[in-house]
């Protein structure tokens, strides 16, 4: 249809209603796409702070394994000299050894006080990145559901 006045073609109202049914179509393919894609970054950092969860716990254990292996060594010497006996030959040996074990405890603390550390930084960014994806899903459905409604209106 052109109006006479302006020499221009005036769009009908079947075909308004197609093409704003055809870009709400469109809209919520982009929509779902992007959402997707979103959604598909924050699973791979999801598996990624899980993975090092498990690494970080590995390194924790194979750490403190080592840290008591050199405890009981040390304490099995001091025991192999005889214990602790004032003016004993070893006194000066079993006096470093003991200060060695006092050590390895000082270790096994940090240690632990960093592991504590590692992990809570991971699980705080576990959340962080759970809390997005849950926004996400909600986001996607409340647009799926507002745009289903745009193209049940007449236009």
């Known amino acids: 249809m ?15 209603q197609g093409t704003k049914l055809q ?7 982009f929509m779902d796409a992007s959402l997707m894609r979103k959604l598909a970054v924050l699973e791979k950092e999801v598996t990624d702070i899980k993975s090092e969860i498990e690494t970080r716990t590995l390194m924790h254990t194979s750490i403190l394994n080592e840290l008591k292996q050199g405890l009981e060594g040390r304490e099995m010497q001091i025991k192999g000299f005889g214990g602790w006996n004032y003016g004993t030959i070893f006194e000066s040996r ?3 050894l003991e200060r060695e074990i006092n050590d390895l405890r000082k270790e096994t603390r ?6 504590w550390r590692d992990i809570s930084k991971l699980r705080e960014s576990m959340r962080r990145v759970l ?3 849950w926004q996400i899903h909600g986001r996607k459905e409340f647009l799926s559901n507002y745009l289903d409604k745009l193209t049940r209106i007449e236009w």
Not at 2 to 16: A, C, G, H, M, Y
Not at 23 to 29: C, G, I, P, Q, T
Not at 110 to 115: D, I, K, P, R, W
């Open 2 to 16: 052109i109006n006479i006045e302006t020499d221009r073609k005036v769009p009908r109202l079947s075909d308004v």
């Open 23 to 29: 870009e709400a179509d469109n809209s919520k393919e």
């Open 94 to 96: 079993i006096m470093a």
């Open 110 to 115: 940090f240690e632990e006080l960093n592991y």
């Open 131 to 133: 809390k997005e994806i």
